[in-house]
């Protein structure tokens, strides 16, 4: 049977290792504290085919203190080999860019001192969808964050009347969107909607409401799994003119819808483009 001393002295090495124990995560936890971060406000983003998009990615400091020099800014894609973008000693570094990047990606120079790593990429490609890992290191800061790009086509609708009834005219989208118009109590009115092939799988849709049409307010919905456009025609002037609003809202991943919304009004009596 063990000794009163001896049950002292255990126990007192048991605190000390207990002890030490909590002095290192006391000083992971003040270490991960003082430094930095790499974080984005859009890790889920829908590409527009053809047009440009930004890739956001921010760092920062909690000191806050200028992080203008001593900057190492690196763009990475899942699954290819080289380097989307490299910045570096204060200038581009792209020895080994990937070539399907070339002249089609840059970063924001004068914004890089506030903390700004994001990527512009130029005329957006169905290959250009996939992960994108943006890794920063300075003074301060070391981290990675990831963007997970997916890439279609869409517009919104220039809505007409014509015949007492409303017509939703949509230039561009991809993949094949559904079509479902509303009265302004919500109720589903029968309608009648064409796809016509334009290229590389992008279809213009035309969309007719198959009611007579009173001086009130009409919903189209055109959606795919990627975007939801919702317009709202509101028949004005004796039932010949037509004011409409559309809000854009990406689906951005299968199980998470953004909010990231764009609304755009204009009143469509002549046939407007888009």
């Not at 994108?132 to 300075?138: E, I, L, N, P």
């Not at 109590?185 to 992008?202: A, D, P």
Request: with cysteine; proline share 3%.
């Amino acid at each position: 049977m063990a000794s009163i001393g001896q049950i002292i002295f255990w126990s007192m090495i048991v605190l000390i290792f207990v002890m030490a124990g909590l002095l290192i995560l006391l000083l992971v936890i003040a270490f991960a504290a003082s430094q930095g971060s790499v974080l984005t406000s859009t890790p889920f983003i829908v590409g527009n085919l053809g047009q440009d998009v930004i890739l956001g990615c921010r760092f920062q400091t909690k000191t806050g203190k200028d992080v203008s020099s001593g900057v190492s800014i690196t763009w990475q894609k899942d699954g290819l080999t080289g380097v989307v973008y490299r910045f570096q000693n204060n200038a581009a570094q792209l020895q080994e860019q990937n070539s399907q990047f070339k002249n089609r990606v840059k970063l924001f120079p004068d914004a890089i001192p506030t903390g700004n790593a994001s990527l512009l990429l130029m005329g957006v490609r169905l290959e250009d969808a996939g992960v994108y890992r943006c890794s920063v290191t300075t003074s301060g800061v070391t981290g990675t964050v990831s963007i997970h790009l997916r890439v279609g086509a869409f517009s919104a609708p220039n809505i007409t009347i014509s015949n007492n009834s409303l017509i939703a005219s949509a230039q561009r989208w991809l993949p094949k969107p559904e079509v479902t118009w509303t009265d302004q109590n919500g109720k589903q009115l029968n309608s009648s909607t064409q796809f016509y092939n334009v290229t590389l799988g992008i279809v213009q849709v035309t969309s007719n409401l198959q009611v007579q049409v009173t001086e009130e307010t009409y919903t189209c919905v055109i959606q795919n799994a990627l975007v939801t456009t919702a317009s709202k025609a509101t028949v004005t002037g004796n039932g010949n003119e037509v004011l409409t609003v559309t809000d854009f809202i990406f689906n951005s991943s299968p199980n998470i819808v953004g909010s990231h919304v764009i609304s755009t009004a204009c009143i469509l009596f002549c046939v407007s483009g888009w």
